[in-house]
């Protein structure tokens, strides 16, 4: 895969665009600062809620959806993905036309047919690789995350030249942007927070937990071990690796760490790994999502009071309180 970096891109091809943000929330407004202070026009598309008056405190021109729409060139789509496929129907879709962009950090309603943009439009994705709260926090500092960029459709000739230059604006070109498509973005990211970040990860430290607390171990003991100490884990991993991790750990971590490690992470669950990447591509994960969201999310919900009383999050909220700083 090529990685683009800042002498491959130029903030140009948008320069003389408006940018319209819809949805002024965890994407939508650092996204929106982070264009603003790069010099882009940038308006914001909102319904009257809470990121409405956030929007007009940190200085946008802020108006309904559908209209914001109409006036911008550029029009991204920041909102939940569960709730763009009909705020797309009902307030986009009869304002959009030919020679417009249609953009995303996400390619969920695109590749599952939430969105189907019509024929004479531009279609990009620029996608940062973490949440909105870091990638402004690294602009802020002079540099920036690390990103993707995917062309769906390219009416204008000039589609990628735009996801160029919105991910320049980002600050993504500063750390290194990978070009994909829509569906690669779009399987693999759901896979990743299903199989390991959201999902894997908070069962395994979950289980090791149960563990030992149903081994006589003391609950605050065993939050330590498999929950709070994984920060430290995560941060030499990010900073350098498996190797480095491997060797900042005790002869007797690591020896451990890879002689057990394959006993818990196994056949089966590499099995299940593979099961979980074939319900997203065949869209099956995304059909159950949708219909989650029609019926009230009632069985979110449900998991959501569940995991609030578990005995793990009722020990950590007592362990992080003894911590807090003064």
């Excluded at 498509?181 to 069962?203: H, I, K, M, N, R």
């Excluded at 890879?258 to 099956?284: C, F, H, N, W, Y």
Aim: hydrophobic share 35%; aromatic share 8%.
């Amino acid at each position: 895969m090529k990685l683009y970096h800042e002498n491959d891109a130029s903030i140009d091809a948008l320069k003389d665009k408006t940018i319209a943000i819809i949805g002024y929330g965890n994407q939508g407004r650092p996204q929106a600062l982070c264009l603003r202070d790069s010099g882009l026009n940038v308006i914001i598309g909102q319904r009257q809620d809470s990121g409405f008056e956030q929007a007009k405190e940190d200085g946008f021109e802020v108006m309904p959806i559908s209209e914001a729409a109409e006036k911008a060139d550029l029009i991204q789509i920041l909102l939940p993905d569960e709730v763009q496929g009909e705020v797309y129907e009902k307030e986009i879709a009869p304002v959009i036309k030919e020679g417009k962009i249609l953009g995303c950090s996400h390619g969920f309603s695109i590749v599952f047919k939430r969105i189907v943009p019509p024929e004479g439009v531009d279609v990009i994705m620029a996608a940062p690789k973490s949440p909105g709260s870091e990638e402004r926090k690294e602009y802020e500092r002079g540099f920036g995350v690390p990103g993707l960029i995917a062309i769906y459709k390219d009416a204008s000739g000039k589609a990628k030249d735009y996801a160029l230059a919105y991910a320049k604006a980002m600050g993504y070109t500063r750390a290194g942007v990978i070009e994909c498509t829509f569906p690669q973005e779009t399987y693999s990211d759901l896979f990743g927070e299903q199989a390991v970040l959201c999902g894997g990860v908070t069962e395994l430290m979950k289980a090791g937990f149960e563990t030992l607390v149903g081994s006589g171990y003391p609950p605050e003991i065993a939050y330590f071990e498999c929950l709070n100490e994984l920060k430290l884990i995560v941060d030499l991993i990010y900073e350098g690796g498996f190797d480095l991790m491997w060797k900042r750990v005790s002869n007797t971590a690591e020896y451990g760490g890879r002689t057990r490690g394959p006993k818990i992470i196994g056949k089966e669950s590499r099995e299940a790994m593979k099961q979980t990447l074939a319900d997203v591509e065949s869209g099956k994960f995304a059909e159950e999502w949708v219909n989650e969201i029609k019926n009230g999310a009632s069985n979110l919900k449900k998991l959501r009071e569940e995991g609030s009383k578990e005995q793990v999050e009722v020990v950590g909220k007592e362990i992080r309180a003894l911590f807090e700083k003064k």
